[in-house]
Nanobody, 115 residues
Framework: QVQVVESGGGLVQAGGSLRLSCVAS????????MEWYRQAPGKQRELVAQ???????NYADSVKGRFTISRDDAKNTVYLQMNSLKPADTAVYYC?????????WGQGTQVTVSS
């Protein structure tokens, strides 16, 4: 059984940084795509960043230049380095992974940015 688990969330002041991690475990052959989403209270879940198996990455306009997504295939892990955080970045951050043709979601990790 494949599991995806996020970690690294927390409370940080505006302008600060956090690094989120997402680890996939279980019987895994190929992780084609790994993504970070977020959902703020009362808002729809939105795509923040994605990285393919070829390490091609894309970002939401709202985080370009501040967030960096990376992956370590040896560890089945994707990271989200978040710098210059703003109160508007406050949300639950979710990891989604496409593994062997199926999608898996993590349980989410809370990021709170205080002003």
């Amino acid at each position: 059984q494949v599991q995806v688990v996020e970690s690294g969330g927390g409370l940080v002041q505006a302008g600060g940084s956090l690094r989120l991690s997402c680890v996939a475990s279980g019987r895994i052959f190929t992780i084609r795509l790994m993504e970070w989403y977020r959902q703020a209270p009362g808002k729809q879940r939105e795509l923040v960043a994605q990285i393919s198996s070829g390490t091609r990455s894309n970002y939401a306009d709202s985080v370009k230049g501040r967030f960096t997504i990376s992956r370590d295939d040896a560890k089945n892990t994707v990271y989200l380095q978040m710098n210059s955080l703003k109160p508007a970045d406050t949300a639950v951050y979710y990891c989604r992974a496409v593994i062997d043709g199926y999608q898996y979601w993590g349980q989410g990790t809370q990021v709170t940015v205080s002003s």
